[in-house]
């Protein structure tokens, strides 16, 4: 067995007399320490300098796609109803293995799935992704784009605009489901 579900299974038995569900709904997934952007919010971004990754992330680490097929085979995804790659400290598509890891989920069961991104690979990539995405009764792509060609970049800095506005053209023109996610910012209000 793995070390990353050995430590799951640790924190579900020492967290059985706390308030959390025994039985969760919705598992939020953080798959890698990549990612392409350098948000000035984001938990990632250095804040003594904003234009660096923090020492305290991890550099190159992924969670592998054995580890990911154990933890979804698990017991403990019984009462799972949704799957949430939530990009908080990472960008899902940057998993050298997020095609097939998407491909494992449709297998064992039709969660619901949602993808938070900024819409980094190419176009033949999100083709790929929407072929997948349209084998699931609900996934959801949500592009994180805040703002303009001129003002995106403001708060998600290393992004272009015009390469997210195109694969998630792509994306939507393949038969995925998209949904544009911003931050209110005075510039795109």
């Not at 299974?9 to 007399?17: F, V």
């Not at 019984?78 to 494992?104: K, M, R, V």
């Amino acid at each position: 067995m793995s070390e990353n579900l050995l430590f799951i299974k640790r924190w579900i038995t020492k967290s059985s007399n706390t308030n959390y569900s025994q039985h969760p709904t919705v598992l939020q997934v953080e798959l890698s320490s990549f990612c392409n952007a350098l948000c000035l919010g984001c938990h990632r971004t250095n804040t003594s300098n904003f234009n660096t990754v923090r020492s305290t992330i991890p550099k190159n680490k992924l969670v592998s796609l054995q580890t990911f097929s154990s933890l979804l085979n698990s017991k403990l995804m019984n009462s799972l109803e949704e799957i949430e790659f939530c990009g908080t400290i990472d960008e899902p598509t940057l998993h050298p293995n997020f095609l097939e890891i998407l491909e494992l989920i449709r297998k064992k069961k039709d969660y619901k799935i949602s993808i938070h991104t900024n819409g980094t690979r190419d176009v033949d990539y999100w083709n790929k992704l929407a072929s997948i995405c349209t084998k699931f009764d609900d996934c959801l792509v949500l592009f994180n784009i805040d703002g303009l060609g001129d003002t995106n970049n403001i708060y998600r800095q290393n992004t272009k605009f015009i390469k997210i506005i195109n694969n998630a053209q792509s994306f939507i023109q393949n038969g995925g489901v998209a949904q544009w996610q911003f931050i209110k910012f005075p510039w795109n209000l």
